[in-house]
């Protein structure tokens, strides 16, 4: 029988014990009375032969092995007793726990969905991600790289470890059928789905024919692109669409959700059709490489022979592979900042938890004080000192487990809101669920308070002293649990000045940083992505042509200030460094300063409102004919000149890839925060570099142009412009459109948006802590004064005043407020290094931070403890002292 | 003098193990049993017998199944299983070999150890 099956017997076992007994008694009695005895008298001898039968029966339960079982259902039961007698007290501890415990499980189920959920492949543990690797001296700025298209191609090749995929994430504009729209375009190698195990929702992948120049173009859609542009029609199918001038026939359609390097392309399309210059080049590292390590093989053996394969290209293409290197790393969701965001905010929830959790436990605490006569009856009965322990943690686990049953209930409607607030878009946020992680964690959590809060008051059970109890009777003044409410209180303090000096920080950070000049005019300034009509790409007149064409038809608009077209603009993702040089007499890579280079047209000044401080902005005369010209900010001319005056010195920008690299400094600017206002002062690059569209070499014309946006400065609301905008910029084949649109005021502001997220949560983490901390205090306090009440008495008998009561009470109170504020400044201390290290653009922690924060807490807990000051200084003295 | 010894630990359920391998017994018979064979020398707490025929029960040691006595009364008779037969094979093979090593130990002769 296992121990279930007893347990679910136990009322026949209980009979079959009864009846053995009763048969062992009679056959005994029966003997005796063979013998000569009375009746009366065989049955007294036998039962004195056997002993007590209730006390032999319990040892006959407690060999039967499922006592701890029988307990735990008593204890259960009782617990649920004592609850149900004390409504008031189980409600208050309920909510917070669930308030604690729903706030922390919301955490987690973001931290479990976006971190810890395995990729969404099969056998994920198998993927890794290969990256190139520059052992050079700017390795440490570049940081890992992607893979050279040739390079990857000798991969596939040479490896037998490994199973390769190759992605270039690239855009397109598709003309044909439906609305013109630029769309995310994902070129990928054939097989991709298959290393990656994922089956395509319709058609089939590319086949390795397919991948070759001047094959016939074939494309598969991702899902959601397939959903939009063609209403999620299966017969899509074996249709055609056109991709920039080409016409494409659709083979594929991708799975819901997929998603490669945490992004869902509109089209795939095959790698190998890419005619690009730089895919034939190996000094440009544009792939990005996913693999699956064969069956039977180990991501040791994978890395090696990568490592080997790397050393091979090294030896064989001195010039470009020479001093790189291949890497293989497990394939990890791609989350960026995140992470430390959540870790941040799952550490700040687990604050709050843990003053909830002192709350229950100084409740439960001033509980057992006054059930301790009841408790020392039991151990005089014969209760051990572990069965006692016990019976008071189930109480508190009971506690605990509906306490978190009610805040999973709870969670559940709070994970959603909180994705739906997250800044930007939340990685992997359709990972984001409750499920048996979420659920296993959510009963860890409630299981370890329950223990956490019911700890104290179980070992407080009297053990000692059982006769001083039961004889000192309801009087007796609990004068150990004092010292032990006080370290809820002070804990709880400490706790609530950790989550208020970090919301109090966050703040100050956010008001510094929004009130940074960001170097632009971002008021009315309107800035899109703008995709040529692919047609005119082919030729580098034409397409200057046509961007001529698009900055004239947007000037001529109604409110419309002026126009420029601009590469990377401020407050964007995305940039173009180049090393630069005061002289031809150029020192080791490692030693030359970099500058970030913008690529614009002359009326970029006047849109963004960048002052001129030296010199003059483009003009129509800088044209390829002329010297090339640059503008420098005033971080590079400090950092290049100094003192003296750039204009008319040159530089030397050795990467850049014109004929000359020599360019001539016309202008001096102000600096711009590209950055973003939190990021930028601790940028590694700052210095800034302006050189002007018209310039440009042809051979750039093409690949520029791509990454082409244009600002538009204007009188009326720029959101008004959009709709006159995209229509007039439409072009002669109507195929021109306008993408990723933004006002510049929106960039600045989600520039600061991680910081503003934190603040909102931080601040209500705080403002639960204060919550629960001061009801902490008023409930301690409160337990405290009402022990003291006899005590009272007996002063205002004596002829203390009112005011003696109070100041009394109070001074309690500030002792412990005293000593949770001094442990609460030490421990914030420590949590403004944390968050300094975390958070962009954080500062130290100043005094004023602790100077505004800290009295809002002390006040509030001197609120809080006043009421039950007050009411003590109201005892009438005669009942007092008549109580018990 | 009580002329009756206490059973040493451990050597209830080795005698119970024993009694029972004879064949199906009930729980009043093992412990008159136990009197008689040991000729009232060895004395069985009869409250320590239930909660150790519960325990064997509980390891698998003894089956249980209630039959009629000769009597025509109901009662729980005890048998030995198979896992019991292994341990009392053992649990007697070890005691013979500390019984023999104590008596051996008893019988040195005074001073005999040099």
């Known amino acids: 029988m296992n121990w279930w099956q007893r347990m679910l017997r136990r009322n026949k076992m209980e009979e079959q014990l009864e009846k053995e007994i009763r048969f062992h008694l009679e056959q005994h009695s029966n003997e005796l009375i063979a013998g000569g005895l009375s009746p009366a008298e065989a049955r007294r001898r036998a039962r004195m032969a056997l002993g007590g039968p209730e006390q032999m029966k319990e040892e006959c339960r407690d060999a039967r092995g499922t006592r701890w079982l029988e307990d735990f259902w008593q204890d259960f039961r009782y617990a649920m007793r004592m609850l149900r007698q004390r409504p008031g007290f189980a409600a208050v501890a309920l909510l917070t726990l669930a308030l604690g415990t729903s706030a922390t499980t919301v955490m987690f189920t973001l931290v479990n969905g976006v971190l810890l959920k395995p990729l969404p492949f099969p056998e994920p543990d198998r993927l890794v991600a290969i990256h190139g690797q520059s052992v050079e001296w700017n390795a440490e700025l570049f940081g890992e790289q992607n893979v050279a298209y040739l390079d990857f191609l000798d991969c596939t090749r040479f490896n037998h470890s490994l199973s390769f995929a190759a992605a270039l994430f690239n855009g397109a504009t598709i003309s044909q059928p439906g609305e013109p729209e630029y769309i995310d375009l994902s070129e990928t190698s054939p097989g991709l789905f298959s290393v990656l195990r994922v089956p395509l929702l319709l058609g089939r992948d590319f086949l390795p024919e397919e991948d070759k120049q001047g094959a016939a173009p074939v494309a598969i859609l991702g899902f959601s692109f397939w959903r939009r542009h063609f209403a999620g029609r299966s017969d899509a199918l074996n249709s055609t669409m056109v991709l920039d001038v080409k016409r494409y026939t659709i083979v594929g359609i991708a799975p819901q959700g997929f998603r490669l390097f945490g992004q869902e392309a509109d089209v795939y399309t095959p790698l190998g059709q890419d005619t690009a210059r730089f895919l034939q080049n190996r000094e440009m590292h544009p792939v990005r490489v996913v693999a699956r390590i064969q069956a039977g093989n180990t991501l040791g053996e994978a890395q090696a022979e990568l490592a080997l394969i790397g050393r091979h290209l090294a030896e064989t293409y001195k010039d470009t592979n020479a001093r790189r290197t291949l890497v293989a790393e497990p394939l990890r969701p791609e989350v960026g900042d995140v992470r430390s965001t959540l870790w941040l905010l799952l550490g700040a929830v687990g604050l709050v938890l843990l003053i909830a959790c ?360 720029p959101l008004n412009l959009i709709a006159p905008l995209r229509s007039e910029l439409k072009g002669a084949a109507g195929d021109q459109v306008l993408y990723n649109v933004h006002t510049m005021e929106q960039l600045a502001s989600d520039s600061l948006s991680r910081q503003r997220f934190l603040l909102l949560l931080f601040g209500v983490f705080a403002g639960l802590a204060l919550v629960l901390a001061c009801t902490g205090i008023y409930g301690v306090l409160a337990y405290l004064t009402g022990q003291r009440v006899p005590e009272i008495g007996i002063r205002m008998a004596l002829g203390a005043k009112p005011n003696s009561v109070i100041w009394l009470v109070l001074r309690q109170s500030l002792g412990m407020i005293f000593v949770g504020v001094a442990l609460g400044t030490a421990a914030a201390l420590a949590a403004g290094r944390v968050l300094q290290q975390l958070v962009q653009g954080m500062q130290p922690i100043e005094i004023s931070t602790f100077a505004m924060t800290i009295p809002v807490l002390v006040l509030a807990a001197l609120f809080a403890s006043f009421v039950p000051a007050r009411r003590a200084s109201r005892v009438d003295p005669v009942i007092a002292l008549r109580q018990d | 003098m009580n002329p009756k010894s206490d059973l040493p630990q451990g050597t209830l359920d080795l005698l119970i193990l024993k009694v029972v391998a004879l064949g199906p017994v009930h729980g009043y018979a093992i412990a008159q049993r136990l009197e008689q064979v040991s000729k009232h020398v060895v004395q069985v707490p009869q409250g320590s017998l239930y909660p150790a025929l519960h325990r064997l029960e509980n390891r698998g040691l003894l089956a249980s199944d209630w039959k009629d006595t000769e009597t025509g009364r109901e009662a729980k008779f005890y048998r030995l299983t198979g896992k019991g037969r292994a341990q009392l094979e053992t649990e007697a093979a070890s005691w013979e070999r500390l019984t023999e090593a104590v008596a051996l130990i008893l019988k040195l002769s005074e001073g005999g150890a040099e």
Not at chain 1, 703 to 714: C, G, P
């Open chain 1, 358 to 717: 002192a709350n229950v436990a100084s409740l439960l605490l001033a509980r057992a004080v006054s059930r301790e006569r009841e408790l020392a009856m039991r151990v005089a009965l014969g209760a051990t000192r572990g069965r006692l322990v016990r019976q008071c943690l189930a109480e508190s686990i009971v506690l605990g487990l509906s306490g978190g049953i009610l805040g999973v209930l709870l969670a559940n409607f709070g994970v959603r809101p909180l994705v739906s607030l997250w800044p930007g878009d939340l990685p992997r946020a359709e990972d984001v669920q409750l499920d048996w992680r979420v659920l296993l964690f959510a009963l860890t959590v409630s299981v370890l308070s329950g223990l956490l809060f019911g700890i104290a008051p179980a070992l407080r059970a009297p053990f000692k002293d059982v006769e001083r109890t039961l004889r000192a009777g309801a009087r007796s003044i609990a004068g150990g649990s004092k010292r032990l409410h006080s370290a809820f209180v002070i804990s709880e303090i400490t706790l609530a000045i950790v989550l208020l000096v970090s919301a109090g920080m966050l703040g100050r950070t956010l008001l510094r940083l929004a009130s940074l000049d960001p170097g632009v005019d971002i008021h009315n300034v309107l800035v899109a992505r703008t995709a040529l009509s692919p047609a005119t790409l082919a030729d580098p007149a034409k397409t200057r042509a046509a961007w001529k064409d698009v900055l004239a038809r947007a000037r001529r608009l109604p409110g419309v200030l002026s126009v420029a077209t601009v590469d990377t603009f401020p407050m964007r993702e995305g940039d173009n460094e180049q090393a630069y040089w005061t002289s031809a007499d150029l020192p080791p890579g490692d030693k030359l300063p970099f500058a970030l280079m913008t690529n614009t047209s002359p009326d970029y000044l006047d849109v963004m409102r960048i002052p001129l401080r030296r010199g003059r902005f483009f003009d129509e005369h800088d044209d390829l004919g002329n010297t090339p010209v640059i503008v420098i900010d005033e971080v590079l001319a400090q950092n290049a000149f100094g003192k003296e005056d750039p204009i008319g010195k040159r530089l030397w920008i050795p990467d850049m890839g014109y004929a000359s690299n020599v360019f001539e400094i016309v202008g001096v600017v102000g600096h711009v925060r590209h950055w973003g206002l939190a990021g930028d002062d601790q940028a590694k690059i700052r210095a800034q570099i302006y050189y002007p569209f018209s310039q440009l070499p042809d051979s750039f014309i093409h690949r520029w142009s791509e990454l082409m946006s244009i600002a538009v400065r204007t009188e009326i609301p």
